[in-house]
């Protein structure tokens, strides 16, 4: 009879591998950029100003585009009893950033453990097991997915469709994507049309009977994210919608940047999936079966990239399922390997786990350089301790510190106080009252700078080892004002 830890290891072992990654993660890179400054400010307010919407982030700096506090709240809601535990406990906020990442990732693992069971019933242990290990040597998905991204919460939706999906309860998979593509992200609305029509085009569902199921469900969903974010928001408020006529209608998106229609193909999907980017290709053709699920999902990518505006974690919805079609060709290719040319397929494939094993450190190590503001910030808390009856200590954040690291989370207490006012004149600042600015200049009229804090720049290749070199450069410089000679004498590194 199998003890109880061997049964523990045996039901969740995939999930605690899976679930030390993403804690890892969380733990070596606790900060967060721009993309997720809406959700990570919201669960911030959440927590620590309660119903004082007047003190929250979003009504003082709304974002381009607004979005949905439901997500938000799910993850606060959780996360309260750990918050209010640190919060008796004195300890410092940055501890509760790390409770909501962990809290979101947590709601992430679960929902692909549930499609990762379904997958064990229709494909096999091994297939199982083959899905895990390519999940774990990848970077994104495990990255991503403790990230307060709207994005990742429309992945924990889509990763329960997937789940109905393989188990052939078609109605339940179209309600979830119904789901996420009104609530947290418009653009889900790309993966449910292939999906939907597929299942109608193969009998899987009725036109009549979809239209019973869905129609409610979307009303309902409405209904939610209308009552709740317009009176988060105090304005009549559909965030989605707003989303939609912005990026697809009005295509502003593009002003961020714009990549060429074949990018999800060449380059995020083949970085993002490792090696699992040509067995998910050689999964569809040893097994006929991937095609019902591959080519919905292909669609899905194809559909994006119509989209001038491309970035990597808007297709991150697709990675379950080309993994899925990854390990059902790697469990073929394993199955055979005693036979000749199989047995080479066998090397060829255990070549590239270990390379993308090597590439996912390569790029978690650029990732820990890629949030200067953030270590700039705490280095300034810890190094410039306050001294007893010293008066309010005003740090200024300029716009690309706060995009780049610095969230709500990062502040402490007394008597250290916070602007990220906008727009000021750089021969202004000798002016205004602040004591230190973080900023992305290196000089300032008025101020001296302290230290300054490195970041992730390139990537450069040498005939030498390591062959792979980081090249980092200072991204965010520390000034002090002149005016405060007590704080500023002290030994700073400085900026030479």
């Given at each position: 009879m199998a003890s109880q830890p061997s049964k523990v290891l045996g039901s969740f072992g995939y999930d605690l591998l899976l679930g030390s990654i993403a804690t890892f993660y969380v733990f070596m890179v606790p900060y967060t950029k721009v993309e997720e400054s809406f959700n990570v400010q919201a669960m911030h307010d959440i927590l620590y100003h309660w119903h004082h919407l007047d003190k929250y982030d979003h009504l003082e700096y709304p974002g381009v585009v607004p979005r949905t506090f439901l997500g938000a709240f799910l993850v606060s809601t959780l996360a309260t009893p750990v918050v209010l535990i640190m919060s008796l406990l004195h300890l410092p906020k940055i501890y509760s950033l790390y409770a909501v990442r962990l809290v979101l990732g947590g709601i992430i693992l679960l929902t692909l453990r549930f499609c990762r069971i379904q997958v064990r019933h229709k494909f096999g242990h091994q297939v199982e097991a083959l899905f895990i290990i390519l999940s774990a040597v990848q970077f994104h998905l495990l990255f991503y997915c403790t990230r307060p991204l709207p994005n990742i919460l429309a992945l924990g939706l889509v990763n329960i469709a997937y789940a109905y999906w393989i188990r052939g309860r078609f109605y339940a998979t179209l309600n979830c994507l119904v789901f996420a593509t009104l609530v947290f992200r418009c653009d889900i609305l790309l993966l449910l049309c292939p999906i939907g029509i597929e299942l109608l085009l193969t009998g899987s569902i009725s036109l009549l009977k979809s239209c019973k199921w869905c129609i409610p469900m979307a009303l309902l969903c409405v209904g939610i994210t209308t009552c709740l974010d317009s009176f988060m928001w105090r304005k009549l408020m559909w965030p989605e919608f707003k989303v939609f006529w912005f990026n697809s209608v009005l295509n502003q998106s593009s002003k961020w940047g714009t990549y060429p229609f074949h990018w999800y193909f060449t380059s995020a999907l083949p970085r993002t999936l490792l090696a699992a980017y040509p067995l998910s290709l050689l999964g569809v053709l040893l097994d006929r079966r991937m095609l019902f699920y591959v080519l919905p999902v292909y669609s899905f990518v194809l559909l994006y990239s119509k989209l001038p505006h491309k970035e990597l974690r808007f297709i991150i919805a697709s990675v379950p399922i080309f993994n899925l079609s990854a390990a059902v060709a790697a469990s073929r290719i394993y199955n055979n390997r005693k036979k000749r040319?199989?047995?080479?397929?066998?090397?060829?494939?255990?070549?590239?786990?270990?390379?993308?094993?090597?590439?996912?450190?390569?790029?978690?190590?650029?990732?820990?350089?890629?949030?200067?503001?953030?270590?700039?910030?705490?280095?300034?808390?810890?190094?410039?301790?306050?001294?007893?009856?010293?008066?309010?200590?005003?740090?200024?954040?300029?716009?690309?510190?706060?995009?780049?690291?610095?969230?709500?989370?990062?502040?402490?207490?007394?008597?250290?106080?916070?602007?990220?006012?906008?727009?000021?004149?750089?021969?202004?600042?000798?002016?205004?009252?602040?004591?230190?600015?973080?900023?992305?200049?290196?000089?300032?009229?008025?101020?001296?700078?302290?230290?300054?804090?490195?970041?992730?720049?390139?990537?450069?290749?040498?005939?030498?080892?390591?062959?792979?070199?980081?090249?980092?450069?200072?991204?965010?410089?520390?000034?002090?004002?002149?005016?405060?000679?007590?704080?500023?004498?002290?030994?700073?590194?400085?900026?030479?």
């Open positions: 040319l199989w047995n080479l397929l066998y090397f060829i494939m255990v070549g590239s786990i270990i390379v993308s094993l090597g590439c996912t450190v390569i790029t978690f190590l650029a990732s820990y350089e890629n949030y200067p503001s953030g270590y700039a910030l705490k280095y300034l808390h810890t190094s410039s301790q306050p001294m007893e009856n010293m008066k309010e200590q005003w740090i200024h954040i300029d716009s690309f510190s706060a995009m780049s690291g610095i969230s709500r989370f990062c502040e402490d207490d007394f008597p250290w106080r916070y602007s990220k006012e906008e727009r000021i004149p750089l021969r202004d600042f000798q002016f205004r009252n602040f004591t230190y600015l973080i900023s992305e200049h290196t000089t300032i009229d008025g101020f001296k700078c302290l230290f300054f804090v490195k970041g992730f720049s390139r990537v450069r290749l040498q005939i030498a080892f390591p062959p792979i070199m980081l090249v980092t450069e200072p991204k965010v410089f520390v000034h002090g004002n002149l005016q405060n000679w007590d704080q500023i004498d002290k030994r700073w590194p400085g900026c030479l």
